[in-house]
């Protein structure tokens, strides 16, 4: 029983870390942000934070690793045989991700490590692609399926960051719709029919 309060006061704890944290990168870089100023807005004793990081650098590589093994996780649930019938549920379930951990990402995306935190998405979702689910289509060369594929996951990424950022209206759903249609289909010009 012990332990079980032991884990929840640990949760608990994080969690105002990370709500602090995500405060602070709201309003400067993460070069700017002190474990003083950090713990202070968390409520959270300085030997506390200690205990669970090393620096402020650490904590948000840590939430970051989180993130993308959650990430992998959500990947790992479609096989390429489960994405014959459709790239919707793969992608709402991508929109739904960045939804429930909007506050990191966003807050990521503001930061000077934004570019960092977009390559590293980019490219798990480039190698996943490229190593399972490239059987789905037909290209006629492997250069060729290299540059779709490039082409395809980066729409998305952007597709996501612009989504995120701009806190867009458009529900995961239909985010979704929007993404499966456009790999798809592409964009269709004006007075083809």
């Not at 959270?44 to 970051?64: P, S």
């Not at 934004?114 to 998405?121: G, I, N, V």
Request: aromatic residues 8%; charged residues 35%.
């Amino acid at each position: 029983m012990e332990r079980k309060e032991d884990d929840r006061r640990v949760r608990k704890t994080k969690a105002r870390l990370r709500e602090a944290l995500v405060e602070l990168l709201r309003e400067k870089r993460v070069e700017e942000i002190t474990v003083t100023g950090l713990t202070r807005r968390a409520d959270v004793n300085r030997g506390t934070f200690y205990c669970h990081y090393r620096d402020v650098h650490q904590m948000v590589e840590q939430l970051e690793e989180e993130l993308f093994e959650e990430f992998e996780g959500l990947l790992d649930a479609y096989p390429a045989s489960q994405l014959r019938c459709g790239l919707r549920p793969i992608l709402q379930d991508m929109f739904d991700f960045v939804i429930r951990n909007a506050d990191i990402i966003i807050s990521t995306l503001g930061s000077a490590g934004e570019k960092a935190f977009l390559s590293k998405l980019t490219v798990l979702v480039q190698e996943r692609v490229v190593r399972e689910w490239s059987a789905l289509y037909r290209f006629e060369s492997e250069a060729r399926r290299d540059y779709c594929l490039a082409f395809i996951v980066g729409g998305v990424v952007s597709l996501i960051e612009r989504w995120a950022a701009g806190r867009g209206t458009e529900s995961a759903g239909e985010m979704a719709a929007l993404a499966e249609e456009m790999i798809l289909r592409g964009i269709e010009p004006l007075g083809r029919r």
